[in-house]
T-cell receptor, first 111, second 115 residues
């Protein structure tokens, strides 16, 4: 079985501060991992994905995530938050026949 | 290549009515998944169709049903609507089965309001 746990349903940062959104996964086989972003009243957009190549994955809008097998983690980071980053972020895992999503983390960016 | 399209984008119904939502996947994608998203419950998986067959199903009552056509387009139906069915319904398509093909591409959603 595979699952994803996102730590923290709400994260608040100041503009220009580091963004860190946490994701831990559980999988009995090597997984593929994804981060999606959702803006209000829109669908989910892919930010980045890990597919067993480089462990440090770079995505759009300066987001990146590092796959750490020993910690079963795939945390999302961005060096400097922008107001436009305010959205909901979902981590997802795919290891077998389906894809499982985390509960989401709402990111608020304060001016 | 055109993205995932969902129609209608907005819908208002009254309790007891039924509703049909439509999803057209990306060309070449054979798998379509449906999700219900509400502020209280978050993103919840409804069901997945692959090559016209339901492959996975979430924990929803039988009032929620779906189907997939030979061109991979999918519809979901909700009968006897309840107030709690008000939500954003998201459709996602992927190439197919197996982790290599599971990356999901989402449509903009259909916002259903039940009065």
């Amino acid at each position: 079985a595979q699952s994803v746990t996102q730590l923290g349903s709400h994260v608040s940062v100041s503009e220009g501060a580091l963004v860190l959104l946490r994701c831990n996964y559980s999988s009995s086989v090597p997984p593929y991992l994804f981060w999606y972003v959702q803006y209000p009243n829109q669908g989910l957009q892919l930010l980045l994905k890990y597919t067993s190549a480089a462990t440090l994955v770079k995505g759009i809008n300066d987001f990146e995530a590092e796959f750490k097998k020993s910690e079963t983690s795939f945390h999302l980071t961005k060096p400097s938050a922008h107001m436009s980053d305010a959205a909901e972020y979902f981590c997802a895992v795919s290891a077998t026949d389906d894809m499982r999503f985390g509960a989401g983390t709402r990111l608020t960016v304060k001016p | 290549k055109a993205g995932v399209t969902q129609t209608p984008r907005y819908l208002i119904k009254t309790r007891g009515q039924q509703v049909t939502l439509s999803c057209s996947p990306i060309s070449g994608h054979r798998s379509v998944s449906w999700y219900q998203q509400t502020p209280g419950q978050g993103l919840q998986f409804l069901f997945e169709y692959f090559s016209e067959t339901q492959r996975n199903k979430g924990n929803f009552p039988g009032r929620f049903s779906g189907r997939q056509f030979s061109n991979s387009r999918s519809e979901m139906n909700v009968s006897t609507l309840e107030l709690g069915d008000s939500a954003l319904y998201l459709c996602a398509s992927s190439l197919g089965a197996g982790k290599t093909y599971n990356e999901q591409f989402f449509g903009p959603g259909t916002r259903l309001t039940v009065l």
